[in-house]
């Protein structure tokens, strides 16, 4: 059979020759199968961009974006810690400002027994000692002024259960330190000063209401209302100490020449006042910051002194 002229083989070492179209007809598609799927997924496939030198944008963009986000946190923070402190002091504002005005109740009702006491004994109640003249004179402290007043709050029992003439520590009277009543201490108060204990007392150096005895020996002094000629609107009778005692301790305030100024106000720590009973039985807002010769004039009876107008928290 002759050999087409489009088909021949290699005569050198017997390989097909490869085929040539003709003119006139169309290119077959003769690749693989393989190889189109191969070449229709590459030009599927994207493009990896050309590298650039961004190396440097993308740190700096990383440092401006954490310096922006961790001021920004801390700012955040600060705002958000500044906001709960504000909010802890105006809970503790709102809080203290409860107590002190239940304290300005207690105080009152104490004033109306110090009253009623004066009424029948004709002098204000005090501290009672129990004095040894001789060779070695003494003025033993007995008890405190608030069990003194106790017949006038309304608690006859508890006053006589007291040994009177035994000082408040004694076996028979220390078990009484618990059953103090309510009106010497706020539910609060009762927490820091703990049981049996009150914040309510009063001064007892020289010329102060519950002056205690000036030497040994010497009887306790007895204050009429008449003593106080600097006026009772002017005078203190009970403050809301900074230190709490044993109700039934004969311990008071002493701010003797020499001696360092008392603290006040442990009710309300917080806040820049605390609460007096004054003689006239009214009570008033003592600012904490008052200077000491005015907190001393409003202490003494009869020194003769006017008072600043300045003491006063509004």
Not at 77 to 97: I, L, Q
Not at 125 to 145: F, I
Not at 275 to 296: E, G, I
């Amino acid at each position: 059979m002759p050999r087409r002229d489009d088909e021949f083989e290699d005569e050198d070492d017997g390989r097909p020759r490869r085929r040539h179209p003709r003119d006139d007809e169309d290119e077959p598609d003769d690749r693989p199968a393989r190889a189109r799927r191969r070449a229709a997924d590459e030009d599927d496939r994207p493009r990896r961009p050309k590298k650039k030198n961004t190396g440097l944008l993308i740190g700096i963009l990383v440092g401006v974006f954490a310096v922006c986000c961790g001021g920004g946190a801390v700012g955040a923070w600060w705002v958000f810690s500044r906001t709960r402190e504000a909010f802890n002091k105006a809970v503790d504002v709102v809080e203290e400002t409860a107590e002190l005005n239940q304290s300005r109740l207690n105080l009152q009702r104490i004033g109306t027994a110090v009253q009623d006491y004066d009424n029948a004994m004709a002098t204000m109640p005090n501290n009672s000692y129990k004095t040894e003249a001789g060779p070695k004179p003494s003025s033993r402290p007995l008890l405190s002024w608030r069990v003194h007043i106790l017949p006038n709050l309304g608690q006859d029992a508890l006053y006589r259960r007291f040994k009177l003439d035994e000082p408040w520590d004694s076996a028979n009277n220390r078990p009484l330190v618990s059953q103090m009543p309510d009106v010497y201490i706020t539910p609060e108060a009762r927490k820091k000063a703990g049981d049996g204990k009150t914040f309510y007392r009063g001064f007892v150096h020289q010329g102060a209401i519950f002056e205690k005895p000036q030497m040994p020996g010497a009887p306790t002094p007895r204050i009429r209302i008449t003593d106080i000629v600097d006026g009772t609107s002017n005078t203190i009778l009970v403050v809301e100490a900074g230190e709490a005692i044993e109700w039934t301790r004969p311990d008071d305030l002493d701010w003797s020449p020499g001696r360092p100024r008392p603290t006040l106000g442990g009710i309300a720590p917080k806040l820049p006042y605390c609460n007096v009973l004054m003689c006239d039985l009214t009570v008033r807002r003592l600012r904490k910051d008052a200077s000491d010769q005015t907190l001393q004039w409003l202490i003494i009876r009869n020194d003769g002194n006017v008072i600043p107008q300045n003491w006063e928290h509004p």
